[in-house]
């Protein structure tokens, strides 16, 4: 996350179970994996850099970095300077001259939500699938150890590792309390809390 960018989002994100790290970024607010930034605006900021010509260029060079370059129009204000009609000329040019998807949220309770949710998917589900792909060939012992630990929610590569080492063994892991997980670095209540629910709940088809 850019360290210009609001810091309630931060906080909220926080409050989701992100682990944020804040830093001063080129281009680009929110880095949500190596593949997929989101640049947000708030409609005033939207209408102020399609008039000056700032956000074509912001996209021109988010999409020389980024497979997926995420358009993030924040706030329930109308357009004030820019004709309906223009306005929306310029979003479809946003789709589909610069290849950026755009999205709107009411407020930053929705943009928190909305950032999670693709980070979360980019660097959660879409590992998962190709894990699942890639299982398929030999692995070593602690490679599979991982890959079980990595499924688990919010868990990604570095937290298995250091969950493993910790605890030593899976059986361990899934043997202990909420408070013996949230005991391990950038674990905490709430991401120990959905690990033992994972675990922990009886399985429905």
Do not use: W
């Amino acid at each position: 996350m850019d360290r210009r960018e609001d810091e309630f989002i931060k906080e909220l994100l926080l409050d989701l179970g992100a682990d944020v790290e804040v830093s001063t970024l080129t281009i680009g607010d929110f880095i949500c994996s190596e593949k997929t930034v989101v640049e947000r605006k708030t409609k005033h900021d939207l209408e102020a850099s399609i008039i000056d010509g700032r956000l074509f260029e912001q996209l021109t060079r988010l999409r020389k970095t980024f497979e997926c370059v995420i358009l993030l129009v924040e706030g329930t204000k109308e357009a004030e300077r820019i004709n309906k009609n223009a306005l929306k000329g310029a979003h479809a040019s946003i789709m589909t001259d610069y290849g950026a998807s755009l999205i709107f949220t009411r407020d930053k309770h929705e943009t928190a939500d909305m950032i999670f949710s693709i980070a979360k998917h980019d660097q959660t589900a879409r590992k998962q699938k190709l894990r699942i792909k890639a299982n398929k060939k030999a692995h070593s012992l602690g490679e599979q150890q991982r890959a079980i630990i990595e499924a688990l929610p919010l868990v990604g590569p570095q937290l298995a590792i250091d969950l493993l080492n910790h605890f030593g063994t899976i059986e361990n892991i899934a043997s202990a309390r909420e408070d013996e997980l949230a005991e391990v670095d950038k674990v905490g209540k709430k991401k120990a809390h959905l690990i033992k629910k994972v675990l922990n709940e009886i399985y429905i088809e």
